[in-house]
Each structure stands twice: as C-alpha cells, then as structure tokens.
C-alpha cells in the first residue's frame, strides 16, 4: 500500500497533510529512525489535540473568549490571584467542585467564568456555559414537554457547566425547584461555575423562597471556591478613560451591553 493510502486508512490526517515538512525536517536535523517516527506521531498527535480542543470549545457556546492571561489582576486587588491560578490548575474540576463568582456589574465575573472554563476545555473537560435565563428557558419547556429527565440528564455530562448571571432576575417557584434540582443532580459529579451580583444574603429573595435558597446554598458551597470582588467596574473604567463619564459614578448607570 502506498504511504498517502495507508495514512488515510489509518485516520492520520494531520500527519499526511504535514508529511512533507515532517520528512524534511527529519532529513535536515539527520534523525534516527525511532526519533523520525516520534515526531511524525507527535504531529498526528498534535492535530488531533487541537481538533479536540476546538470542538469543545465549540460545544461550550462561550459568548466571547476572553482567557486568564488577559485577566488585569492588577485591577482588581481584592481578588487573590493565587486563588484564581490555583483554580486555573483546574484540580477543582477533577474533584467535582465548585465556584462561586460574586460581584458588581462590570468587574469581571464573566470573564473569569469564561476563562476558567476555556482552561478546563484545554486540560480535556467537557464545558457549558449558560446564563441563567437561558438554563430556566431550558429547563421550563423540557419540564412542559415532559422530558425534564432527559434535560437534566444532558445538563449533567459537561465537566463544567457556567451558569451566569444569577441574581439579575428573580426565580419563580417553578423554576427555583428545577434549579435545585439541577444542583443535586451534579452535586460530588460535576463542576459548576456561576456568577451573581448579589450577596449569598440575598439568594433567598432571588430563589423566592429562603427554605430552597438555603437548600441550593448548602449543596454549591459545599466543596467550593467563591471569588468575591469588591472592586471597581471595569467597564466604567474603560468609558472613563474615554472620557465618556465624569468622576462620580454608580453601578446603576453600568452599561451592560457584552463586547
Ligand atoms: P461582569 O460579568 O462582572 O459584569 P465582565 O466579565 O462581563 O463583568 O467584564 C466586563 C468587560 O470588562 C469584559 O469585556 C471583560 O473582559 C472586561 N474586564 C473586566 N475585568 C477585567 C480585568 N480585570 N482585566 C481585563 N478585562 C476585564
Ligand atoms: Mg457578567
């Protein structure tokens, strides 16, 4: 069989499309046979790790990337950045754990979610991301079309599921049930990262029921890291370097468009 057939029979895409650079490489640097053969596998290898990488950064439906190394911790001091690089070894994933990112608006939840999860995507875990709204959307038509099962079985298999933005609207009695069930389900299993604006204090007028609330609270925090920043909007910052806000600002007058 000839090397281009045997490579496509053998599923090595990444190595027939690079053989020519590899064979040259080989023959410049005067490789020994084993090391030949190493760098040839290296590069299938190679391939298929990324082709994975981006599949599941595909499937985890991140609105934007933004990644940890684009992180300013300087910004921010009252994030430990230990902690995040800690997280960013992405041990907590392997021991099912969760995170909890709290703040104002503008200060970068979203980001260090999103960042976090693209880690967990490169390291070979499985990752969702889901605001909340779109998660109770999900959950209330399986649970009106009678495959609330299914759904929360689906919502089970990614190694990190990002629910975003909890607190910004508040829960009917419905949906903070399905949420809890949510949480028991992946409880010890798998990861989830979520962001709030609001204080644990405050979950209970989010979930409408301060009984659930402690309820959801006690599984999530169980074996978890919360990031709490109490800093300043980075967002306000950006337009105040502009030159579009004056020095005085709230977080009520927090644009809160995505980029
Ligand atoms: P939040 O989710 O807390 O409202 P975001 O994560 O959406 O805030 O951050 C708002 C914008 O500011 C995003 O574009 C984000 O990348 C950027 N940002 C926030 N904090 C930082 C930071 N410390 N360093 C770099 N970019 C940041
Ligand atoms: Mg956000």
Redesign the pocket.
């Known amino acids: 069989m000839e090397l281009p057939n045997l490579l496509e029979k053998l599923r090595m895409d990444h190595l027939e499309a690079q053989l020519d650079a590899v064979c040259e490489q080989a023959a410049q640097r005067q490789l020994d046979y084993k090391s030949f053969l190493s760098q040839a596998l290296q590069a299938e290898w190679q391939g298929r790790f990324q082709r994975g990488i981006d599949a599941r950064l595909r499937q985890a439906r991140f609105p934007w990337l933004?990644t940890l190394e684009?992180?300013?911790?300087d910004?921010?001091p009252s994030l430990d950045r230990r902690q995040v690089r800690e997280l960013a070894g992405m041990s907590f994933v392997e021991r099912g754990h969760n995170v909890v990112v709290l703040?104002p608006?503008?200060?970068?939840?979203?980001?260090?979610a999103i960042a976090l999860g693209i880690k967990a995507v490169e390291a070979g875990y499985s990752a969702l991301f889901l605001t909340l709204e779109a998660l109770m959307t999900r959950l209330v038509k399986a649970a009106n079309e009678n495959r609330l099962e299914r759904s929360l079985q689906q919502l089970t298999y990614p190694k990190v599921l990002i629910i975003?933005e909890i607190g910004y609207l508040p829960l009917s009695n419905l949906e903070a049930s399905l949420f809890f069930r949510l949480v028991v389900r992946r409880y010890e299993r798998a990861s989830l990262i979520v962001?709030s604006n609001k204080s644990f204090l405050d979950w209970g007028d989010v979930f409408n029921d301060p009984v659930l609330a402690t309820a959801i609270l006690d599984r999530l925090l169980h074996y978890s890291t919360t990031l709490n920043?109490k800093g300043e909007s980075?967002?306000l910052k950006?337009k105040r370097r502009a030159g579009l806000l004056g020095r005085q600002t709230t977080p009520e007058q927090e644009v809160?468009s995505?980029?």
């Open positions: 933004k684009q992180f300013e911790f910004f921010q703040g608006p503008g200060v970068g939840k979203t980001h260090l975003d962001t920043i980075y967002r950006e809160t995505e980029p």
